[in-house]
């Protein structure tokens, strides 16, 4: 198991004492403050426009990306990309571009964007990223509110979105689409800008320069825009760089490279992004985070780590099981997670001194269930990754078990647009299943009298653009109020455990965070989305809606017609028995009182289409209660 061998190996290095966390408690003992000293110096000269140039000057035939064309991954080095940036930068200025103008950025993960971004940095721009999904009415908002005289599109359906969306405006931003050969166009177009012009202009941007405006998912309401300077971009990159970089490359001892699939448009791929290239990690773009449409990806390109979403690993781990179940080896793969759990938590506890690790017969199961389980989900990860990170929500802690198991750590992170992505992140071979780690070095986490959790550090914005009433009230004397509920344990490893506005008070006078049950109900087939519900009602439920994958396989397995209406299929007490597996699997980490009593199956999803769903797959939990209100209604009827 190379995981294990990469812990061994670390104890001869000073991995393990790279993060120092200061712990302030409160008279009472209760940890109120954890703060991890910065590992990179503050910025104070350039912006993250230079990384490409320097890249160049010091290594120009270093491969820094890789790009599919015809089917084949081709390399590109450093002094190729950063030639390519001028090149689309030159052809930004020749449009009029002038510094300080935004671009707004409308396109899928692919290696266009990252050329995109680092050239309209070049030419002394702002970047507005806008998820390819958004509807004409979130794309006008975003075009209007943000002033974006620019436009980049993928596909000829997002330019008439985008051309739709902004009819009515004063001036449409002048566009380019990116299956029409934008690049192409741009380079062309800047023919005779000499390169000095665009020099000239990334010498100009400084560490507070605005890089981008960029924002929010909208769950509730308009999404606001973030402003992240060339520092918080800078101070997010390079302490992840130095806190993973070394783990990445001189424990494992691989050649590090990762596949990146999220959305450029998500602050999370982002600072990904631009942490790669400041560290000249290879990266691949895929513009699927679809598992049918990854794998294949993942297979070819062969990562040594990932960054992702639960959702990708309940994916991953959903199909092994799929897979298991089509030829009669379901119960074989049940046996086999329940073996990881408890492998997992026994080897970590003797890693970390408190326990004393498998027993003789635990590793015999273990390693029996890794030559037909754990090796085929490597296998569906492209063989050779040992780490991955999740951030966007809590991953289930027994699935984070499941994968450490097969040989891949799963690091947990936390964080928001606001602080340019991670502020929490789980530190190398320091590994905490169910927290979210420690502050990412030069952060600090305060817990308030209320439990929410305050951040404070070079990562936290300044202000959301042309909304100081709401830059007001979430700003004090630089904390940052995240609007989540949390703890710190004794080491300050942070812990969240909901949403402060989403918390549920029943008629009986109990809390109830939902978080913690809809993050558990989601790790379990045949459960897609759900929300819980209970505010000032008797008791818990839930409104859930099935995986259509899920459905399919379960269709499969029992012989019955593919086309099997919802309608039927939600009142199949088969299923429902599933699904009160799912329920249960929840309800085990709450007390009685915050249990699920009762649950509805919807015949619809939650998705984009429908408004219910963010881009980045965050659940509008007010539109979908509005949508469904008589479904809630008949829950407390019954």
């Known amino acids: 198991m190379g995981v294990r061998k990469d812990l061994k190996r670390a104890k001869r290095t000073d ?42 000057a010091e290594t120009p035939q270093a491969v820094v990306l890789r790009r599919k064309q015809n089917g084949t991954w081709h390399p590109v080095t450093a002094a190729a990309f950063a ?93 380019w689409q990116l299956d029409a050969n934008a690049l192409t166009e741009l380079t062309a177009l800047g023919r005779d800008i000499p390169d000095e012009e665009v020099t000239k202009r990334r010498t100009t941007l400084t560490p507070e320069t605005t890089a981008t405006v960029c924002y929010t998912s909208g769950t509730t309401g308009k999404p606001k825009g973030c402003v992240l300077t060339h520092a918080n971009l800078h101070a997010e990159a390079a302490n992840t760089v130095e806190l993973l970089h070394p783990l990445f490359k001189e424990v494992t001892r691989q050649t590090a490279s990762t596949l990146l699939f999220l959305p450029l448009a998500h602050i999370l791929g982002r600072t990904l992004q631009i942490a790669c290239l400041m560290a000249r990690i290879e990266i691949g773009h895929c513009p699927s985070i679809k598992p049918d449409e990854l794998r294949p990806a993942l297979k070819e390109f062969r990562p040594t780590f990932l960054v992702g979403v639960p959702y990708l690993f309940e994916k991953i781990h959903d199909t092994g099981r799929a897979t298991a179940e089509k030829i009669g080896r379901g119960a074989s793969f049940d046996r086999a997670d329940r073996t990881a759990v408890r492998f997992g938590e026994a080897y ?197 809606t099935l995986d259509p994958d899920a459905v399919t396989h379960w269709l499969s397995v029992r012989k019955l017609p593919a086309d099997t209406p919802l309608s039927d299929l939600v009142r199949d007490p088969r299923l429902r028995a599933d699904v009160q597996k799912a329920v249960d699997y929840a309800n085990e980490a709450v007390s009685r009182a915050e249990s699920i009593r009762a649950f509805v199956l919807l015949e619809g999803e939650f998705n984009e289409d429908n408004g219910l769903l963010t881009p980045s797959l965050k659940v509008k939990r007010h539109a979908a209660m509005t949508t469904y209100a008589s479904e809630i209604e008949r829950l407390y009827r019954t």
Request: net charge neutral; charged share 20%; hydrophobic share 40%.
């Open 83 to 175: 030639a390519e940036v001028t090149a689309v930068a030159k052809g930004l200025i020749a449009a009029g571009l002038e510094p300080g103008d935004r671009v707004a950025l409308m396109s899928r993960t692919r290696y266009e964007w990252t050329v995109l971004d680092f050239a309209i940095w070049a030419a002394a721009g702002q970047t507005v990223p806008i998820y390819a999904t958004s509807s004409a009415e979130q794309i006008e908002w975003i075009i209007r509110d943000s002033g974006t005289r620019f436009a980049i599109t993928e596909t000829q359906e997002n330019t008439k979105s985008l051309t739709t969306a902004t009819t009515h405006h004063p001036t449409s931003p002048r566009t």
């Open 348 to 544: 970590l506890n003797k890693f970390l001194a408190t326990g004393k690790g498998p027993s003789p017969t635990l590793y015999a199961a273990w390693a029996l269930y890794d030559l037909i389980v754990y090796r085929r989900i490597r296998k569906e990860l492209g063989g050779r990754m040992r780490y991955a990170i999740s951030g966007g929500s809590p991953l289930d802690r027994n699935l984070n078990l499941f994968f450490y198991a097969a040989g891949i750590i799963v690091y947990e992170g936390y964080g928001l647009t606001e602080t340019t992505a991670a502020a929490t992140i789980v530190p190398p071979l320091k590994p905490r299943p169910g927290t979210v780690g420690l502050p990412v070095p030069g952060t600090t986490v305060r817990i308030a009298d209320d439990g929410e959790v305050l951040i404070k550090g070079g990562t936290v914005f300044a202000t959301y653009w042309n909304n100081q009433a709401a830059t007001t009230a979430v700003l004090t004397d630089d904390w940052f109020a995240t609007g989540d509920l949390g703890a710190l344990d004794e080491d300050g490893y942070l812990t969240i455990t909901g949403r402060k506005k989403d918390i549920l008070v029943t008629s009986g006078g109990k809390n109830v965070s939902p978080a913690v049950l809809e993050d558990r109900l989601r790790s379990r087939p045949p459960v897609g989305q759900c929300i819980v519900v209970g505010d000032n009602r008797p008791f818990i439920a839930a409104l859930i």
């Open 15 to 56: 991995l393990l004492t790279r993060t120092r966390v200061e712990i302030v408690k409160d008279t009472d003992g209760t940890v109120r403050e954890a703060r991890t000293p910065p590992l990179a110096a503050r910025a104070t000269t350039g912006s993250t426009a230079d990384i490409p140039f320097t890249n160049a």
